[in-house]
């Protein structure tokens, strides 16, 4: 048989990213068209704006076949941070893994209503920092400030690290639960994005979240509270006078972490929502 006869049609760029949108939408991925984009962006090493000006380029049977595994493992709901390997968050691009809570876009709130403030040369604390995406923006955006990022999850702090020497940004990373093994010392700013789902509520997630991101970062507990509670309690010594505090927060918290708040001494709390009017960030000051 001549190769003439066995040789497949190559596809181009576009034609490609097409079968991987139809596969995923036949499949009934509702974000369809984004998960195809960044996959390919992923196999092709290109943005999409280059993708789409040399959409006629085109592809190997190498990078079609890469590709289309891709597909196939986002059909099993594996997020596609996980098979990328990043999410850009604050415009900057954060390795992950599934030892980390994955960056949310609704976080960006959290890491923006600090920003607003007006960060010069001060102390951040980020407590539970997971891939270091909260301290690594403030730092990124913001100047002569010094960062801590606290994990309890030595495997998260390593991702936290890397993304640090990536960003060409010094924080230090410490290992603990909570305060406990943070040395003495005090901050003006505390930010937080703690685990904060209900235990019972894990359960009913989507598979992304249920099935492949690390439950340690989700689950708040009981009522999904606690670490409100004790980061409050064990953080208002940690701030000078006059320091902030800043927690994300789930859509129906904003009372319950209000209240929390108050108790242990904070006051002028405001609370923010997000792009989709829903509670998201509680923030409060240390007199
Ligand atoms: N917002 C996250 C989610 O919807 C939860 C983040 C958290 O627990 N801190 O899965």
Redesign the pocket.
């Known amino acids: 048989m001549s190769t003439r006869a066995t040789a497949k049609k190559t596809m181009n760029r576009i034609e490609l990213l097409d079968k991987g949108v139809s596969i995923l939408t036949d499949a009934g991925f509702e974000e369809a068209k984004t998960d195809a984009m960044l996959l390919m962006e992923y196999i092709c090493g290109a943005d999409r704006n280059e993708l789409f000006l040399h959409g006629d380029v085109e592809v190997t049977g190498e990078m079609e076949e890469a590709f289309l595994r891709a597909v196939e493992k986002r059909l099993t709901h594996i997020p596609v941070q996980h098979i990328t390997g990043v999410q850009n968050f604050m415009g900057l691009d954060f390795k992950v893994s599934d030892k980390v809570?994955c960056p949310?876009q609704?976080t960006e709130i959290l890491v923006e209503e600090v920003m607003r403030i007006g960060l010069d040369s001060m102390d951040i604390l980020d407590m539970c920092t997971g891939s270091g995406c909260i301290i690594l923006s403030l730092l990124r955006f913001s100047h002569a400030c010094r960062g801590v990022g606290v994990d309890i999850s030595e495997e998260a702090l390593e991702i936290a690290r890397a993304n640090a020497e990536a960003l060409g940004l010094d924080a230090e990373f410490v290992r603990s639960d909570l305060f406990a093994n943070l040395k003495e010392g005090q901050f003006d700013i505390i930010v937080s994005?703690?685990?904060?789902?209900r235990t019972e509520v894990i359960d009913t997630?989507m598979p992304e979240?249920r099935d492949h991101?690390p439950h340690i970062?989700?689950d708040?507990d009981e009522d999904g509270l606690v670490f409100y509670r004790r980061i409050c309690q064990e953080g208002y010594d940690r701030l000078r006078a006059g320091g902030m505090i800043f927690f994300?927060i789930g859509y129906d918290q904003a009372d319950d972490v209000r209240k929390i708040m108050e108790k242990s001494g904070f006051d002028h709390i405001e609370i923010v929502k997000d792009y989709g009017g829903n509670d998201r960030v509680a923030y409060g000051v240390k007199n």
């Open positions: 809570l949310r609704d994005n703690p685990p904060y789902i997630l979240v991101e970062a989700l708040g994300e």
